[in-house]
């Protein structure tokens, strides 16, 4: 599924199978303040939070309390935020991109707990 990250800034896109890791990617990406609207029926896939209300949102939507962020979720995290595209040319200063590129990066890097 292709998702229109409903923000201030430029239109840009994520991508994935996954409806809960879509909407993982993101609240972290934008903090709550960014929400997902699938390309072509315009249905809302993720609201914004910026006044709260994730967790019992993800729980009348998925069923279950939001997943922990273990190694397994971050990864399923960056796999979506890998897929993060501009519509076009990137107009402005918040560079939207860049921040799924490092949040990506910085997921990877996360190890399991040594026993």
Known sequence: MK???INPSDCCYLSGDDQEALSLACVVLGGGRYALN????GKQVTPMFIFGGFEAW?????????PEMNVETK???ADVLDTFEYAGERSSMNNIGARAKEYAEQFRKTEAPKS
């Open 3 to 5: 998702c229109e990250i």
């Open 58 to 66: 993800w729980k009348k939507t998925f069923g279950h309390e939001p």
């Open 75 to 77: 990864l399923k995290i």
């Open 38 to 41: 699938e390309v072509g029926t």
